[in-house]
């Protein structure tokens, strides 16, 4: 604190918030946890027993099961390097300016979802990936089930690549709502070596063109040189 205001580094936890279902659920198993047990075991047990990510059980581990904010201050606010954990558990990991997440960042959802990349005053913003996770209480709970990775815009995926589970990927423009939208788009079959050319109309891809080789598709998309 300098000047009766916070600056440097420092932690708050907004007490007055109370615990979220999940932390109140999350300190009990904690209480409960058998000596025995290391957390490298007890955190995935955790995280599918509540159907959360690892990492929303991590930072809570870490730092505490009220909403705070760990990092640094500048004349009152957050701003430089800092993690956050929300009200409702989630976790940002990242840079801050003038208390808004601005320039790089990870955000790990509830869910296990996880968005790392840039942010701007608050919002997704520059280019990043959100990576999706299945969500199910197993084993391996929230294994990849594909990804967005590319440019995003005020908090809107607007173009890029979304590559699914099994390595096939749509190349193209996106709607407001994240969805494919490009009558120019691709659907590149990594697997089979094959892309093609169409649409998702609905929901359901609509090809405009045949299946093709990769490398044929990359040479005929490379600009001429001129002679």
């Given at each position: 604190?300098?000047?009766g205001k916070k600056n440097g580094k420092g932690?708050?936890?907004?007490?007055?918030?109370?615990?979220?279902?999940?932390?109140?659920?999350?300190?009990?198993?904690?209480?409960?946890?058998?000596?025995?047990?290391?957390?490298?075991?007890?955190?995935?047990?955790?995280?599918a027993a509540l159907s959360v990510g690892p990492?929303?059980?991590?930072?809570?581990?870490?730092?505490?099961?009220?909403?705070?904010?760990?990092?640094?201050?500048?004349?009152?606010?957050?701003?430089?390097?800092?993690?956050?954990?929300?009200?409702?558990?989630?976790?940002?990991?990242?840079?801050?300016?003038?208390?808004?997440?601005?320039?790089?960042?990870?955000?790990?959802?509830?869910?296990?979802?996880?968005?790392?990349?840039?942010?701007?005053?608050?919002?997704?913003?520059?280019?990043?990936?959100?990576?999706?996770?299945?969500?199910?209480?197993?084993?391996?709970?929230?294994?990849?089930?594909?990804?967005?990775?590319?440019?995003?815009?005020?908090?809107?995926?607007?173009?890029?690549?979304?590559?699914?589970?099994?390595?096939?990927?749509?190349?193209?423009?996106?709607?407001?709502?994240?969805?494919?939208?490009?009558?120019?788009?691709?659907?590149?079959?990594?697997?089979?070596?094959?892309?093609?050319?169409?649409?998702?109309?609905?929901?359901?891809?609509?090809?405009?063109?045949?299946?093709?080789?990769?490398?044929?598709?990359?040479?005929?998309?490379?600009?001429?040189?001129?002679?």
């Amino acid at each position: 604190v300098h000047g009766g205001k916070k600056n440097g580094k420092g932690k708050y936890i907004y007490k007055s918030l109370g615990m979220n279902e999940v932390d109140k659920l999350l300190k009990a198993l904690q209480e409960n946890k058998p000596d025995e047990e290391p957390y490298t075991e007890f955190i995935p047990r955790a995280a599918a027993a509540l159907s959360v990510g690892p990492e929303i059980v991590r930072a809570a581990l870490e730092y505490g099961f009220h909403p705070c904010y760990n990092g640094d201050y500048i004349n009152n606010l957050r701003h430089g390097k800092g993690v956050f954990k929300n009200k409702d558990g989630s976790v940002y990991k990242g840079d801050w300016k003038d208390n808004k997440r601005h320039g790089e960042g990870l955000y790990y959802f509830l869910n296990g979802d996880v968005y790392s990349g840039q942010w701007f005053e608050g919002q997704k913003h520059g280019a990043g990936c959100y990576i999706f996770a299945n969500g199910k209480a197993t084993k391996t709970p929230h294994t990849l089930q594909g990804s967005y990775a590319g440019e995003w815009v005020n908090g809107v995926f607007k173009e890029g690549q979304w590559i699914m589970s099994d390595g096939t990927y749509y190349e193209g423009k996106f709607d407001a709502k994240n969805r494919p939208c490009d009558p120019q788009g691709c659907l590149k079959f990594t697997n089979l070596g094959l892309v093609q050319r169409g649409d998702f109309q609905k929901g359901l891809w609509r090809p405009t063109d045949e299946l093709i080789p990769v490398a044929a598709y990359a040479a005929a998309a490379a600009p001429e040189e001129s002679v």
